[in-house]
Structure formats: C-alpha cells, structure tokens
C-alpha cells in the first residue's frame, strides 16, 4: 500500500542562484570528459586501456580489482588522453579527449521480456551501466550477486539549490519506463518511487506502472532516499536495498531500448556567484569549463562544487561532474575575513538559530560562503544532529561508537540504515565542526573490512 509521509526534523537552506528553468545544449567536442575513481567509495580501480588508446561510447576504461565484473565505461568516443595519478601512484582520473562524433559500442539487449535476471545483470555489467546501481548498507556500488528486497527511487531532490527533476524529466516517459521494467528484473521485492507530497506528481511519474508510489512532504533530507527507506521499508542487518536516481534510471532504459550506453544528462548551473543559472544538457563527467567560464563572478576567491553544497565535492574551475552528479554549485570560498563579524547584528547572514537578527526575515535568501567559522571543539551532546535528522537514530552516539571502533554498538545504532548524505545537515549544524560525513564513511569502511 502507497505511503504517505510527513517529516518536520530538518531544514532547508535558503541559498541564492536556483537556476531557472532554461534548457541550453553544450557541445561535447568543446570540452574534455573524465570519469574519476574516487566517486566510487570501497573501489580499487585496474585500468584497462593505456594512454592513446581510442574508444567508443561504452568501451571499458576501467574495472575493480576485486570484482573484475564491476566495470566503467566511456561516456563518449576519442582518445584516452590521460591517467590522471596521486600519491601512491593512486588512480584519480581517466580523462578523454572527444572526438565529436560519438561512436557507440553496439550491445544487443534482445526482448527485455524474454531474458533472465542473469541476462539483464551481464548487459548491464558489460556495458558500464551497473554502477549506477547503489546499494545500502554502506551506500557503494551494488553487488550483482546479491538479492535485494526492495528498490528505492526518489523522485526528487530536496538539497540546496537542487535540480527540478520533473523539468528534467519531462517528456521522457518512454526511457523511464523501460527503466523501470529493467529495475523490476533485479528485485522480486517493491520498486519504491518516492515524490514530493508537496506538489502535484509529475506525468513522468503518475503514468509510470510497475512501482509503488509513495510520497513524502517535508524539509530537507526528505528527498535522500535513505530518509525514503527508513520511513518505509527499513533495512535490517543481512538486508539488501539497491537505488538509482531517476536521470540513470533514463540511462539504463536507453541501453535497452537502443542498445548502447548513451550517458546524456541534464545539469543544474547554480549558486550565488552564477550569472545566469540555468540548465545544460550534456554527458556525466563532462569538464565545467564550458560552463563556468565568462559566467561567474570575478570578485573574490570562488569554491566549485560537482553536486550541491552539502555533499558536492570541491573541483577546480575546469574540473569534471562527478558520476552520480547532477548540479553543479559556485559559491564564495570566504577566505576572506570580517572584523568583529561575529558580533554584527547579521541581517545578511543565515543561522540556523537566532544567532542573528536575520531569523526576522524568514524568506530571505543569503550569499553563504564555505568558511567554517572556526575550528574543531570537544564533541559533545547539544542536540543539533537530532533537529535536521528525521530518523529514529542517535546520530552522536553513532558517531562515537564509530570513532572508537565499537562494531556491535554501531550495528546496534543503525549504521545499516544510512548513508552520508542523510547526515549532510548534523555536519553543517554541528557547533563542535566535526567532519561527520567523512567520519561515516570510514565507519562503513570498516564494517566492510570486518563484514566481509
């Protein structure tokens, strides 16, 4: 039976620069196009092509070492210009050059009715679509051995200054669809599709058959689907759940329906320092330069963002969008110091209490930079995680249990159930500046270790 949910923990932060609904097509043969390693948490990348070497749309750059099945693919045909390498000769970016023609690796899909399970898990692994498929616990790529109970799509995005997705999803019911009908060859659970219970639902969504539609009202994280989840279907110890955002779920249609791996998405140019924000169509990994450049502010120090300001990671001005990105967010570094600011009155600057006199004007929305604001402080119990977090969790004593390396406590305290980006928000209102997304992480990191 459909769910509907209404949360009240949580906040939305009131930045300038949401980009308005305008639709501009970028060109591939202008910029370069990278696929990084990093965005693949638990990963250990084995390159399978050398610098120089030609590809096609779909060709194999690189796989995982221990799951030789888990491969990634390019999303566009050239010239593999560069590996990219860090300390420890660590993998940090396959980066290529188009060559405007996009030529694609043909895959033949067949009758999507006719397959088996097995068959539809090899064309997806084949073809470098399977990572888009996320797995909790632990939030990493899902394993295709594994049965899952249940599969979670959110159909919107609640983060700061996030993409429309019923603007990029519109007219696309088709892909989506068959998507849909892939997902539902994976699981013989649910495929949960979560909506914004605080507008009307989409045709893209409303038409779609074959998923459970739920819909949740409330403020941010409600669109993560790991809030989805907890609210309706939780995930308990030797439970697996898989979700995919609804742009791959696009993608994964596309495969089936035209037999190659065709990794066109639609971007969100936003923040404060944007000129003109708008929306781009173009391809995961592509270089933000073509973007950016000429329409940004050029006074100050600027901070780029693949993805949105809570989770997004730091890139440079001619950096790449990450693989599971859909936003691209430029805001002030705010390196730049104020005298006695902290005791301004503050009407131009945003607190999540009434720090400042700026709680008077609750729809005002605020130039925020990425200055901490000072450094680490004792972490102690002050009740700011559980205000922005609307799930049964203790989040600080998770947290701890994790720093200590306490397995049975974080088990006991729900590290099954959630991922980074659900604690996105207890690290911005955290008053003792504790990296608790990055703390996370490595508390997953272990349990893998240990689990496995």
């Known amino acids: 039976m459909p769910h509907?949910?209404?949360?009240r923990k949580g906040l939305n932060i009131p930045l300038k620069g949401k980009a308005e609904k305008i639709l501009i097509q970028s060109k591939l043969n202008n910029s370069l196009v990278a696929l990084k390693p990093t965005d693949f948490p638990s990963f250990t990348p084995k390159a399978a092509l050398k610098e120089g070497d030609?590809?096609?749309?779909?060709s194999v750059l690189f796989f995982n070492k221990y799951?030789?099945?888990v491969k990634l693919t390019s999303p566009v045909s050239g010239t593999l210009k560069r590996i990219v390498r860090g300390e420890r000769r660590k993998i940090l970016e396959f980066v290529i050059e188009p060559d405007g023609n996009q030529d694609y690796v043909s895959f033949n899909p067949g009758n999507l009715a006719e397959l088996s399970r097995e068959q539809v898990i090899n064309l997806l692994l084949e073809s470098g679509v399977w990572p888009f498929i996320r797995q909790r616990p632990f939030d990493v790529i899902a394993n295709p051995q594994d049965q899952p109970k249940a599969v979670f799509i959110s159909g919107f995005d609640s983060s700061p200054l996030a993409p429309d997705y019923d603007f990029i999803m519109n007219d696309q019911e088709t892909d989506?669809?068959?998507?849909?009908d892939v997902l539902s060859k994976l699981t013989n659970g649910k495929i949960h599709l979560t909506v914004n219970g605080a507008y009307p639902v989409s045709k893209v969504y409303s038409s779609v058959k074959g998923v459970e539609l739920n819909s949740i009202a409330g403020p941010h994280p409600a669109g993560n689907v790991g809030v989805q989840m907890h609210h309706i279907d939780p995930i308990n110890k030797g439970e697996v759940v898989w979700?995919?955002?609804p742009q791959d779920v696009l993608i994964i249609g596309r495969l089936f329906t035209k037999g190659v791996f065709d990794a066109s998405k639609i971007i969100a140019l936003t923040g404060s320092e944007v000129e003109k924000p708008r929306y781009y169509k173009t391809v995961l990994g592509t270089s933000i330069d073509s973007f950016v450049n000429g329409n940004v502010s050029k006074e100050g120090n600027l901070r780029y963002i693949s993805g949105n300001v809570l989770t997004g990671t730091r890139i440079v001005n001619d950096g790449y969008l990450g693989f599971y990105h859909n936003q691209i967010t430029v805001i002030p570094e705010g390196d730049d110091y104020e005298f006695f600011g902290w005791a301004l009155p503050g009407f131009k600057k945003f607190s999540t209490s009434r720090t400042f006199f700026s709680w008077l004007m609750p729809g005002k929305e605020y130039r925020m930079n990425a200055n901490l604001h000072g450094g680490k402080r004792p972490f102690?119990?002050?009740?700011?995680?559980e205000k922005v977090l609307?799930?049964?969790?203790?989040?600080?004593?998770?947290?701890?249990?994790?720093?200590?390396?306490?397995?049975d406590q974080m088990e006991a305290l729900g590290i099954y159930e959630?991922?980074?980006?659900d604690f996105a928000l207890c690290e911005f209102n955290c008053t003792s500046k504790i990296p608790v997304q990055q703390t996370l992480r490595k508390g997953f990191d272990l349990m893998i270790r240990e689990t496995s």
Do not use: C, R, S, W
């Open 380 to 385: 102690v119990f002050t009740n700011e995680y």
């Open 390 to 407: 609307p799930m049964d969790i203790l989040p600080v004593y998770l947290l701890k249990a994790i720093m200590v390396e306490d397995i």
């Open 418 to 421: 959630v991922g980074e980006e």
């Open 4 to 7: 509907k949910i209404k949360t």
């Open 243 to 245: 979700h995919v955002n």
């Open 54 to 58: 030609k590809v096609q749309a779909g």
């Open 176 to 180: 989506f669809q068959k998507g849909i």
């Open 67 to 69: 799951k030789p099945e």
